[in-house]
């Protein structure tokens, strides 16, 4: 038995109360235990998108999806037997996996946020099947409560109440920044490991035939006008697989169009959702063993039968704006009139006509409740020299897109001013520079005039556009600047390198 022991070659548990596909954090450590710890590893999460083809594939990692609970017709009689009922569910359905349904862990992994009941969920099972709990501290779930209601809200403490109690219960803990190691050592009495994220090696520039080949996929969502016709969409009226809008083919070799649009890759969850904030809340409070309940707190609490959470550290309004400016000002630049015939300048630059200024496509990724309202917005700005598409890419597509852009921009800020957007991170592992919304820690990640610029106003980003693309594709120098220094952190910086130096040791 000592033997068979000895060689039970050891298990990791992955937990994530969310989708694993839109998890990459997570998704990178699973690929991480199992290959450059030698563990089995088991994930334990929501379903939804795939998760990368790497993953996938891996014959060490097994991944155990757990049912969205949907209680749509209690919600309907009662919103708060609904939001108690599902609370108690997702904690009871944690525990059943990870107790019963995986094999025996000998270290449990959980992404924080949402705190509420995945941590005590995991503290529990640990304890229980006698594994170490670790917590991966990407943010803080109660300032993200916090922007909806406040910092000051009963709601907001009970949540922060909760999130220092069971963080402080874990056996060791990674965190993304400096600064939040310091929040968490300062203030509540954690010390992190600061693992910083890094894009894994798939993340890379694309080659010319990659970019074709992934042009020549997108071919009918990217030359389909959102709305009415457009810059973009004039460029492909029949089918032709030797030419898309950004390339052609010719005699087998592949060329970039020398008038082809600058392309802009962005992402957003078009206003987050937080899961399970009141519906865990609500159960969680009762226990609290520290904190003091009245009569009218608990009215307070059970008079948000209706809450829903939305986070506003993603404003994709500010590119709206900085889009539209830089349609203006490069008409006014030009000397252009309100009068001036779109479809003939569409025309004009289709048939090889260049101007000092470019088009530019803005690719938009990802999925959320809110896309369709802000799709109805683009449809009403009636551009010229932009266009914008709306897509949710397989995984195995998103890195060839960051890729094959010219220019990334990221427009989260962060509840805490604590945490740092992967989405910029990937952009980097490209080689793909970016303009980033300036926040407290960004400059962590973001090197100013190095790899990427910041931006606080779509004034500020639509200067940045207008700076970056002048002479596109060939006489932009800046931009081709900021090219070479994301190029530098992609080869100095990756997510094998990272994780074997900072979180093999824990």
Not at 60 to 79: A, N, P
Not at 391 to 420: F, K, N
Request: hydrophobic share 45%.
């Amino acid at each position: 038995m000592a033997v068979s022991s000895a060689r039970r070659r050891k298990r990791a548990a992955v937990v994530v109360l969310g989708d694993i596909g839109r998890s990459p954090r997570m998704q990178y450590h699973s690929l991480s235990l199992a290959n450059q710890a030698g563990m089995e590893v088991d994930i334990v999460a929501n379903g939804g998108s795939d998760p990368y083809l790497s993953l996938r594939e891996n014959p060490s990692i097994h991944i155990h999806e757990m049912r969205t609970v949907q209680l749509t017709g209690i919600s309907k009689i009662s919103g708060v037997l609904a939001l108690l009922l599902k609370a108690a569910i997702q904690f009871v359905m944690l525990v059943w996996f990870l107790c019963f349904k995986i094999p025996r862990p000998d270290v449990l992994l959980v992404q924080n946020p949402p705190s509420v009941p995945t941590l005590a969920a995991v503290k529990l099972a640990s304890w229980l099947r006698g594994a170490k709990f670790i917590v991966d501290w990407h943010n803080f779930g109660y300032t993200l409560l916090g922007l909806s209601h406040g910092r000051s809200h009963i709601i907001v403490k009970i949540y922060f109440w909760f999130e220092k109690h069971f963080g402080r219960m874990a056996d060791g803990s990674f965190c993304v920044t400096k600064a939040m190691q310091h929040e968490l050592v300062q203030n509540w009495g954690i010390r992190a490991t600061v693992l910083y994220d890094q894009s894994p090696d798939f993340f890379r520039p694309a080659s010319l035939m990659e970019k074709h080949g992934l042009f020549s996929r997108l071919g009918n969502a990217i030359c389909s006008a959102m709305g009415n016709a457009d810059c973009i969409s004039v460029e492909k009226e029949v089918e032709d697989m030797n030419t898309t809008a950004f390339t052609s083919k010719i005699d087998g070799e592949i060329f970039l169009k020398p008038n082809r649009p600058a392309l802009v890759v962005s992402s957003t969850s078009w206003s987050v959702l937080l899961n399970l904030v009141v519906i865990a809340i609500v159960f969680f409070m009762f226990t609290a063993r520290d904190y003091q309940m009245d009569s009218s707190n608990v009215r307070k609490v059970l008079n948000f039968t209706t809450y829903v959470s939305r986070t506003p550290d993603e404003d994709f309004s500010i590119l709206l704006e900085a889009a539209l400016m830089y349609d203006r000002r490069v008409a006014a630049t030009l000397g252009e009139d309100d009068s001036m015939d779109e479809g003939q300048l569409w025309i004009d630059i289709k048939n090889g006509k260049k101007f000092v200024y470019p088009r530019i496509l803005f690719i938009i990724t990802g999925k959320g409740p809110d896309r369709k309202k802000y799709e109805d917005q683009i449809k009403r700005l009636n551009l010229r020299r932009v266009a914008f598409r709306t897509m949710w890419l397989a995984s195995e597509d998103y890195p060839l897109l960051l890729g094959s852009a010219d220019l990334g921009v990221s427009l989260h800020t962060s509840s805490s001013g604590l945490d740092l957007p992967m989405k910029v991170v990937d952009m980097f592992g490209c080689g793909l520079p970016a303009c980033a919304a300036s926040f407290s820690c960004i400059e962590e990640l973001v090197k100013v005039n190095k790899n990427g610029l910041l931006f606080s106003t779509s004034s500020e980003l639509a200067d940045e556009l207008m700076m970056l693309f002048k002479g596109f594709p060939e006489e932009c120098n800046a931009l081709k600047s900021l090219k070479e220094g994301a190029m530098d952190t992609a080869s100095s910086s990756k997510w094998s390198t990272e994780w074997e130096t900072n979180a093999l040791p824990l």
